[in-house]
């Protein structure tokens, strides 16, 4: 009698053949990766980084995760991780200031130069921003300050709570300028119109703010109403490029990074237009880079279309220095935004821990590489955050020295009367 | 008899003609000129500006120097007043300040970038230093601070006197790189090398001094051994590019300037060799543009051969930016070097009236030219004074904010351990 042959165990004959593969694979990552001291993890396959002892395991579902890392980390890590086809096993942040750092000094995707060059037309410019922004309050509430301040707080020292270093933030910006009573500012991008609304409350200014997003526009207008203000501060449902008058002071936090290079010299039109020649002064606060570099393909794709962070010399370069504004004053807050993401990273985390992040699990895990990268990309120096204060070339009005910014007082003296 | 026809009397034939051609050259200047609001003088003509009243009067002795104004006022003013043929009735730097403000909008010389684009080879780079600084300490001991720093002073108010300013200065620098008993320092450019032997006798440190002036290295020598610094401080007459080895901070105050943007790359390498990588940190103090310009023509010409002030823009871009050193912090002290440089005048005014300026006219008129149009050049904003601080990318030693350099103790607390 002719026995069947028994089918072949293939988790038995090929178990190695495939262990093969995944080891090959993870070693080719490694050294892509190298010096990162990452672990890589696939199947029963494990790999330690060419150097230094792993301070976090990358754990793959699927070996596709594994090649697209392989072929080009900053495009496909971001989705992988949001579809959970990789785990970090470790510290989070530790594990992506250790990618960065590996990365930031290979060279950039040959082709990223494309992304960046799409001028924003102002439509465009409104669909980005809606695409972000208009997430819905609540969202953003669920981690922010109570004040709803979206970008680098001011911790005067490190243990400062997130709610008073986003106020000292306000004054920092208000006192480099030195805004006095009845002097008149506008805003470019003002989000949930708290500085707006604190330049009016606490130094007395007449401020127009200018910002896309309706919903937070509406926001602004209501609390504005709701504390008295509005009759000093006038909310405005536009782009900056609809700013016209004459203004003591121009601010802008946040928006920069956002217009896109082909606009800077558009924006310091609009800025040097609005300001006025003798007396005026302006602050942009904006994320930037040491060097002129795409941002992360990614963060670009599924945080903030459009966006740009530009090197201080592309500023000065192309916004400022066409219309002759002269940078008074520069101050480079890195750390401090490391410092914002950890807050409000901590405060997301527990949101999430007590299922108030609404929406699908790969929007949450989205959320959280997002936040998480941005420490990682603040620690390590991808990332800057740049205040500069500057004033038309000519103007005599900047202060003697910075000392007053650190003295009880107003802030600095702009326009002093000259002895 | 015939009577012999008298010589027709050609002063007073001519003379109206004379005059006609004299107002027509000076109403082509002040056309040329305005906005400036300056009268010019010719013979017996006379032409105000076309609107305002005048603050200062051109009293011209010849057509030539009124013909050079209108051809090129950039290229031919130093000359001419310098030989005595253009004279200033009224305050000399208002005239000058009118003049620049009026200049700074036209289009500059159109072959003027061709003075700047050959780079300073080593020996060029000599060569432009011995021009200027080899002219004899005896020289600018008139007419500077008794230590003879020869850079922008730092007044903590506008009454301070220049010696304490440039101590002030001095400290203000050591204070923003926060240095520490013990510490290595290298600067580039140390003039009598008044800064390195502060650094050492002030704050402990240990100081390589690069300068390619001989006459001022001797100086500096015999001053070190004097005080007895010689064993902390080394002075090396050579070329910045000589710099070997890592410090803790590099220090370069007005060397910058006269480096040539072709050698900025070059520069930003030494910078980046000489830094420790996690510690390290620099200081560039420099004269600057609001946007890239070449440098007044007659100036480079007569006083600084070679010399390039550049927007900040290309200091980040060139120098910074291809060795990813990241700014920290810009301050410009524009207002201080026009104070400077009226101490520096009045100074230099009383050693000439009291006939201790020796050499000719033309000199002591030329270098007058030079301290005042300087001074209106810092007054009008067409030259600016920045002080870059910088670290390279990552490193995490920078100072929490700028607060301890307004506060009493050693200034800004670098690489503190982090908590």
């Given at each position: 009698?002719?026995?069947?042959?028994?089918?072949?165990?293939?988790?038995l004959?090929?178990?190695?053949?495939?262990?093969?593969?995944?080891?090959?694979?993870?070693?080719?990552?490694?050294?892509?990766?190298d010096?990162?001291?990452?672990?890589?993890?696939l199947g029963?396959?494990?790999?330690?980084?060419p150097?230094g002892?792993p301070?976090?395991?990358?754990?793959f579902?699927?070996?596709?995760?594994?090649?697209?890392?392989?072929?080009?980390?900053?495009?496909h890590?971001g989705?992988?991780?949001a579809e959970?086809?990789i785990?970090?096993e470790?510290?989070?942040?530790?594990?992506l200031?250790?990618a960065?750092?590996?990365?930031s000094d290979?060279p950039?995707?040959?082709l990223?130069?494309?992304y960046?060059?799409v001028p924003n037309?102002l439509?465009?410019?409104?669909?980005?921003?809606h695409?972000?922004?208009?997430?819905?309050?609540d969202?953003?509430?669920?981690w922010l300050d109570?004040?709803l301040l979206?970008?680098?707080?001011?911790?005067e020292s490190?243990d400062?709570?997130?709610?008073d270093?986003q106020v000292?933030?306000m004054?920092h910006?208000?006192?480099?300028?030195?805004l006095?009573?009845?002097e008149?500012v506008v805003e470019a991008?003002?989000?949930w119109?708290?500085?707006?609304?604190h330049?009016a409350?606490?130094?007395g200014?007449r401020?127009?703010a200018?910002n896309?997003?309706r919903e937070?526009v509406?926001?602004a207008?209501?609390?504005?109403r709701?504390?008295?203000?509005?009759?000093?501060v006038?909310?405005?449902?536009?782009d900056?490029?609809?700013?016209?008058?004459?203004?003591?002071?121009?601010?802008?936090?946040?928006m920069?990074?956002?217009?896109g290079?082909r606009?800077f010299?558009e924006l310091?039109g609009?800025?040097a237009r609005?300001?006025?020649?003798s007396r005026?002064r302006?602050?942009?606060?904006f994320?930037?880079?040491?060097?002129p570099?795409p941002?992360n393909?990614?963060?670009r794709?599924?945080?903030f279309?459009g966006?740009y962070?530009p090197?201080?010399?592309?500023?000065?370069r192309?916004?400022?220095?066409?219309k002759?504004?002269?940078?008074?004053d520069?101050e480079n807050?890195r750390p401090h935004?490391?410092?914002?993401?950890?807050h409000w990273?901590?405060?997301?985390?527990?949101?999430?821990?007590?299922?108030?992040?609404g929406r699908?699990?790969?929007?949450?895990?989205?959320?959280?590489l997002?936040l998480?990268?941005?420490?990682a990309?603040?620690l390590?120096?991808?990332?800057?955050l740049?205040q500069?204060v500057?004033?038309p070339c000519g103007?005599?009005?900047?202060?003697?020295?910075?000392?007053g910014?650190y003295e009880?007082?107003?802030?600095?003296a702009?326009?002093?009367?000259t002895s």
């Open positions: 009698m002719a026995t069947a042959r028994p089918a072949p165990d293939r988790s004959v090929d178990a190695p053949a495939v262990d093969k593969l995944d080891g090959l694979l993870l070693r080719r990552l490694a050294a892509r990766m010096p990162a001291r990452l672990r890589y993890a029963r396959s494990t790999v330690d980084p150097q002892s301070v976090a395991t990358l754990r579902r699927d070996r596709r995760a594994v090649l697209g890392l392989v072929l080009d980390p900053e495009e890590f989705d992988a991780y959970g086809r785990e970090i470790g510290d989070l942040v530790a594990a200031e250790a960065f750092c590996a990365l290979a950039a995707n040959p990223a130069w494309l960046t060059r037309s439509r465009r410019a409104r669909a980005n921003v695409h972000h922004y208009d997430l819905g309050n969202f953003y509430a669920l109570e004040q979206y970008t680098c707080a001011y911790f490190p400062q709570s997130l709610e270093a000292a933030k004054d910006v208000c006192r480099k300028i030195g006095r009573p009845g008149s991008g003002c989000g119109g708290a500085l707006a609304l330049m409350r606490r130094y200014a401020v127009r200018f896309v997003s937070q509406a926001w207008r209501a609390r504005a709701r504390e008295g203000l509005d009759d000093r006038e909310f405005v449902e536009d900056y490029r609809a700013i016209r008058g004459r203004f003591d002071a121009f601010v802008s936090v946040g920069l990074e956002h217009v290079r606009s010299r310091g609009v800025i609005s300001l006025d020649p005026g302006g602050l942009l606060h994320i930037g880079r040491d060097r570099r941002l393909a990614w963060i794709r599924n945080i279309p966006a962070p090197a201080l010399a592309e500023v000065d192309d916004v400022l220095g066409p002759r504004l002269v940078v008074v520069v807050l935004y490391a410092l914002t993401l950890r990273r901590e405060r997301y985390e527990r949101a999430a821990a007590e299922a108030r992040v699908d699990e790969r929007f949450r895990r989205a959320w959280r997002y998480a990268g941005s420490e990309a603040f390590t120096g991808s990332l800057q740049f500069v500057f004033a103007a005599s009005g900047a202060p003697w020295t910075r000392r910014l009880d007082g107003p802030g600095l702009w326009n002093a009367p």
